[in-house]
């Protein structure tokens, strides 16, 4: 995504900004072609955004310790891989 962004395009696809502002560290606004304010999220509305999906995988089947030791080990590249 682009985060440079026109005033005018600001003012008709304000919803849709708005919706993204707290996934991206900050979106430039142009008047005129050239930059003119810097448009960010505050710390606490990131901080929700994250909070939402902390623990996302709680009670599923990816919320296994032996999966994730299991995925997390180091592979030997010593053998041969067998097809």
Known sequence: ??????ISDL?????????????????T???KGKPFA???ATDEVKR???R???????NSE?????LWKKVLTRKSRRKPIRL
């Open 1 to 6: 995504m682009n985060n440079i962004v026109a």
């Open 38 to 40: 810097i448009l960010s």
């Open 62 to 66: 990816l919320d296994d310790d032996k």
């Open 29 to 31: 606004i142009t008047k």
């Open 11 to 27: 003012r008709k696809k304000f919803g849709d900004i708005e919706a993204m502002l707290p996934y991206v560290e900050s979106i």
């Open 52 to 58: 939402k999906y902390a623990g996302a995988w709680k």
């Open 48 to 50: 929700s955004v994250i």
